[in-house]
């Protein structure tokens, strides 16, 4: 991954006093996850480019990283976009490289902080979300950057796999250094939804620090609070309210709020599920649980109302998710007997995990469909022949209920992520299959409101072991 920092002002070689990095000079410095390395490609008077090149290891990634993305995948931990685009690594680097001129300071030409400068500067591979184009333009142009971007194609050889998420970034502008390093420390972590340590309040006070002059005016200031503090709400609220200065705050960061009978939303389909799959559990007389890809942490917010649950785990690939869920689930404000009852970890579902053993139930709503086909007999032998639980409660679409969207017909699937869809008579089999065995006995339910002839748009699976 390489960043391109250019000027053209004259002469061009002060930028090496801005930096404190000598155009003569290859410097590397030591990263958590690799190293990164800056060096000048070109050093004239009319013009001098910088480079800063990440070198990042993957399996230093692994052993000190909290999240790695891969969801699903199973070398996703080692096998990732994270060596090759600009993400939260890419600020660090910065950071660490070009500290000094971060923070303002020259010491040979310290009349050279408050000059204005012409500005290029060239990302080769920075991730967006979908409209990602459109956000990267909302978060730059607002402060005064000429934008121009190149998406990348998935595969070059192949076109009708489409577009990937990957762009080719352009920036033009005339501002002093420091702000130039602001704006990208800031900016460029928001366009990926991957962190790679952990986000605290701490993090609030580097987003005000490195924000400082142009953050609290800026249109998209309330996105680019969230989506730096991965959408955490009373981390991002405290970062508004401070922001802000005690001016009133409009609802900016939305908080969930009491409704009246008459203002609830009709019960979505997701809200059935999870109401179902907790009256199942409940049935089940189970005192322990496990919730397999359990998300934001919904299943284990309704488990947590019932006093029968002494334990209540959730494991998710994703550690942003757990986030989410601890965040979700008011854990820090929760009383210590509370907190006893709920434990959250990062784990897989094709790898046997010891975690996983000793639960009177597990659940696994809406998961498997993400799993590559050739990976499905992993997760059975991991959840069925090892861990073992009492109990198992699975979910899955129904694919036959996909002609009742408009935008889907029976050729396609749900989302973009799924890997397989099955038909009811599909997942029937395979859960016979399953319950042959592993010596459990099966019972399949429609989960939503049935259409004649293709049922509901969701089934659901309850093994119960031995009988």
Sequence with gaps: ?????????????????????????????????????????????????????????????????????????????????????ASSFMSVALSKAFSSAMNGKCKDKPELVDV??????????????????????????????????????????????????????????????????????????????????????????????????????????????????????????????????????????????????????????????????????????????LDLGCGEGKLIRQLLKQKQFSEIAGMDVSYNELLKAKERLHFDEMSPKQKERINLFQGSLTYRDKRFDGFDAAAVVEVIEHLDLNRLKSFERVLFEFAKPKTVILTTPNKEYNVMWEKLDAENMRHDDHRFEWTRNEFAEWANKIGKTFNYSVETFPVGDEEENIGAPSQMAIFRYGN
């Excluded at 290891?57 to 993305?69: E, H």
């Excluded at 802000?244 to 979505?268: F, L, R, W």
């Design 1 to 85: 991954m390489i960043l391109n920092i250019t000027t053209t002002h004259k002469p061009a070689t002060d930028l090496g006093y801005l930096l404190h990095k000598h155009p003569d000079k290859f410097q590397t410095f030591d990263l958590s996850v690799g190293k990164a390395h800056v060096f000048y490609p070109e050093k004239g008077e009319g013009k001098t480019t910088v480079s800063l090149l990440l070198d990042i290891d993957p399996i230093d990634m692994v052993r000190g990283a909290r999240n790695l993305g891969g969801d699903g995948f199973a070398l996703g931990h080692y096998v990732n976009d994270r060596p090759y685009v």
């Design 116 to 289: 204005k400068l012409p500005f290029e500067v060239s990302i080769a591979s920075i991730p967006a979300p979908k409209g990602g184009e459109i956000l990267i333009r909302k978060f730059f142009e607002p402060l005064g950057y000429k934008v121009e971007l190149k998406r990348h194609t998935l595969d070059a050889k192949f076109p009708e796999w489409g577009d990937s998420k990957y762009f080719s970034l352009k920036l033009e502008n005339t501002i002093t250094t420091k702000e130039l390093l602001s704006h990208l420390y800031v900016l460029i972590p928001t366009l990926d939804n991957d962190k790679h340590y952990f986000v605290s309040e701490n993090e609030i006070e580097k987003l005000l620090q490195k924000g400082e002059g142009w953050l609290k005016v800026h249109p998209e200031k309330e996105q680019i609070i969230r989506r730096y503090l991965i959408n955490l709400n009373s981390l991002s609220r405290q970062a508004l309210e401070r922001l802000s200065e005690g001016e009133e705050i409009e609802n900016a960061i939305e908080e969930p709020i009491e409704k009246t009978e008459t203002e609830k939303k009709k019960e979505t389909l997701h809200d059935k599920r999870i109401k179902l799959v907790a009256e199942k559990l409940i049935e089940s007389g189970a005192e322990r649980v």
